[in-house]
């Protein structure tokens, strides 16, 4: 349900040749963090996105723009942690903490659907709910066999409490029905932990489903890392947890500017046709190899949880920078590992980078590649929240992140290009441009008088803006201009609009297709 109060979210575009790929501005309203992220397998175009608290983002063109708007819920009201998935149907689920009027705060995990990819959203349903407890930490995944949706999260008898009588747990429901009904709560965990929401607290729980309809659940806890998995769809669990890998450190470690950061694992198994059909992945960072050189980590199996690999550092930078923060994602459609994780290989301070990682070899090996496009430098009195997210679907791949800039909030995606990642060859050019042969701006970097020449292809429509670094719109020096094919030159007198020195960007819409050019004006 939205609420009455509905923003648009300026959009543009940040393609720095140092990153090669568009960065797109998705939200910097309401001070956004922990996002999700989720594109519609049936239709990529359409793709979804959460941030905390209440934050809630669409797109229809694969996310080259975006609209935002606060999510709202009369019932159970909206506390954060939100969690995006789409089912097989295409319709997409909107997971969050509750916030209910006149009742405890996150006393039960909530469920929204929307059924007009993220325009709006049902009041969905309430789950778990357990008296006082405390409902933390959600994510969820669907079936493709069958469409059931399968949740896990962490309950706390009183977040937050020191008492040895107080415990955490791993908990897990079902819904068959689209999000309509969900199962009773059922414990899964056989070992505790506890409510300080810390190294000794399970938590990070992320259900993935196997080829046959298996679930496995991995957690983080007292244990290290620690595997479950069920066989009939969650009605039975293994007697005893498996620990398949240890956390040096803990899962709750320190990295300098940032509030609060940790290492619990995400959890995904191959269903693609490919050679590694049926590997279970689990991703987690730690600080194994001490407090300033936090790393990324992957292990594997192969035999449905019952041996897993030695685990393989994801990151392939030298030893002493932080890499923090990891998500992945798996490409369905051809078994490709995809992550994205906070970076500061680059540097010997806060700046941060976002980069990427790609396996194509199920976790044998790893291309490591830089997305944002300049470093930022976060702060620790501004919460920054506790994870990112990404998705993928038929080479289309969405990260999507958290970025401080002075203090100040904002999640961006990068619009992923494949044949730009190190190791890709680039065999042919299926989709040669239609529009335009080149477009280039020139000189750069000017002071006063900037020339943007193109060559195009078949005649058009075309439209210039001129964007500041913050992403605000400073002028439109081409509005909706008719152009026959042939070669153009376009004086743009900057100098006019009384602007700062700094970085812009004009954002080029030729036919309705998007491209852009970085400037750099001069004092």
């Known amino acids: 349900?939205?609420?009455?109060?509905?923003?648009?979210?300026?959009?543009?575009?940040?393609?720095?040749?140092?990153?090669?790929?568009?960065?797109?501005?998705?939200?910097?309203t309401n001070s956004p963090e922990e996002p999700s992220i989720m594109l519609n397998p049936k239709n990529p175009r359409y793709i979804v996105a959460g941030a905390n608290i209440r934050s809630s983002y669409y797109s229809s063109d694969t996310g080259r723009t975006w609209t935002g708007y606060q999510l709202s819920n009369p019932v159970y009201g909206v506390y954060g942690d939100p969690t995006i998935i789409c089912d097989t149907s295409g319709d997409f689920y909107f997971f969050h903490l509750s916030d209910p009027p006149g009742s405890a705060f996150i006393d039960q995990i909530v469920c929204q659907k929307s059924v007009s990819?993220?325009?709006?959203?049902?009041?969905?349903?309430?789950?778990?709910?357990?008296?006082?407890?405390?409902?933390?930490?959600?994510?969820?995944?669907?079936?493709?066999?069958?469409?059931?949706?399968?949740?896990t999260w962490t309950q706390f008898d009183k977040y937050g409490s020191t008492l040895p009588t107080d415990s955490?747990?791993?908990?897990?429901?079902?819904?068959?029905?689209?999000?309509?009904?969900?199962?009773?709560?059922?414990?899964?965990?056989?070992?505790?932990?506890?409510?300080?929401?810390?190294?000794?607290?399970?938590?990070?729980?992320?259900?993935?489903?196997?080829?046959?309809?298996?679930?496995?659940?991995?957690?983080?806890?007292?244990?290290?890392?620690?595997?479950?998995?069920?066989?009939?769809?969650?009605?039975?669990?293994?007697?005893?947890d498996k620990i398949i890998a240890p956390i040096p450190g803990g899962w709750s470690y320190s990295i300098p500017g940032i509030s609060r950061a940790n290492g619990l694992p995400v959890t995904v198994c191959d269903l693609s046709n490919g050679t590694n059909r049926?590997?279970?992945?689990?991703?987690?960072?730690?600080?194994?190899?001490?407090?300033?050189?936090?790393?990324?980590?992957?292990?594997?199996?192969?035999?449905?949880?019952?041996?897993?690999?030695?685990?393989i550092k994801v990151n392939n930078d030298a030893a002493g920078k932080q890499q923090f923060l990891?998500?992945?994602?798996?490409?369905?459609?051809?078994?490709?590992?995809?992550?994205?994780?906070?970076?500061?290989?680059?540097?010997?301070?806060?700046?941060?980078?976002?980069?990427?990682?790609?396996?194509?070899?199920?976790?044998?090996?790893?291309?490591?590649?830089?997305?944002?496009?300049?470093?930022?430098?976060?702060?620790s009195s501004v919460f920054f929240g506790d994870y990112s997210n990404i998705t993928a679907h038929k080479d289309i791949i969405r990260p999507v992140w958290t970025r401080m800039d002075n203090g100040t909030l904002s999640v961006w995606t990068a619009l992923t290009d494949t044949s730009l990642i190190p190791g890709a060859v680039v065999?042919?050019?299926?989709?040669?441009?239609?529009?335009?042969?080149?477009?280039?701006?020139?000189?750069?970097?000017?002071?006063?008088?900037?020339?943007?020449?193109?060559?195009?292809?078949?005649?058009?429509?075309?439209?210039?803006q001129l964007f500041d670094i913050t992403g605000r719109l400073t002028s439109t020096p081409i509005e909706k201009r008719f152009y026959t094919t042939g070669k153009y030159t376009e004086h743009i007198d900057i100098g006019k609009l009384n602007l700062l020195a700094g970085i812009y960007f004009y954002r080029i819409m030729i036919n309705d297709k998007l491209y852009t050019q970085r400037i750099i004006l001069l004092e």
């Open 1 to 28: 349900m939205k609420s009455l109060t509905v923003f648009f979210f300026t959009i543009f575009n940040l393609d720095i040749a140092f990153a090669q790929h568009t960065n797109i501005m998705i939200g910097n």
């Open 117 to 151: 990819n993220g325009e709006s959203w049902n009041t969905g349903t309430g789950i778990g709910l357990n008296g006082t407890k405390a409902q933390d930490k959600q994510w969820a995944v669907v079936d493709p066999r069958n469409n059931n949706i399968y949740l």
């Open 168 to 240: 955490s747990h791993i908990l897990f429901s079902r819904s068959t029905d689209g999000g309509t009904t969900w199962s009773p709560a059922k414990r899964i965990n056989e070992k505790g932990g506890d409510c300080i929401d810390d190294d000794n607290t399970v938590e990070g729980a992320v259900p993935a489903v196997g080829p046959n309809g298996e679930i496995y659940v991995t957690w983080a806890g007292p244990l290290g890392l620690v595997f479950d998995k069920s066989t009939d769809g969650g009605n039975t669990w293994m007697d005893n």
């Open 278 to 311: 049926g590997t279970t992945y689990v991703n987690w960072s730690d600080q194994r190899n001490g407090g300033f050189d936090t790393d990324i980590w992957l292990t594997k199996s192969i035999d449905g949880g019952i041996t897993w690999s030695t685990p």
């Open 326 to 379: 990891t998500w992945m994602t798996i490409d369905q459609s051809n078994g490709y590992l995809y992550f994205v994780f906070y970076d500061r290989r680059n540097y010997n301070d806060n700046q941060t980078d976002v980069y990427m990682a790609r396996s194509k070899d199920g976790g044998a090996s790893f291309q490591n590649f830089k997305i944002s496009a300049s470093p930022f430098a976060p702060v």
């Open 427 to 464: 065999t042919s050019v299926i989709n040669p441009d239609l529009n335009v042969e080149y477009i280039r701006s020139y000189p750069n970097p000017f002071t006063n008088n900037s020339y943007l020449s193109f060559k195009m292809r078949r005649a058009g429509i075309v439209t210039v």
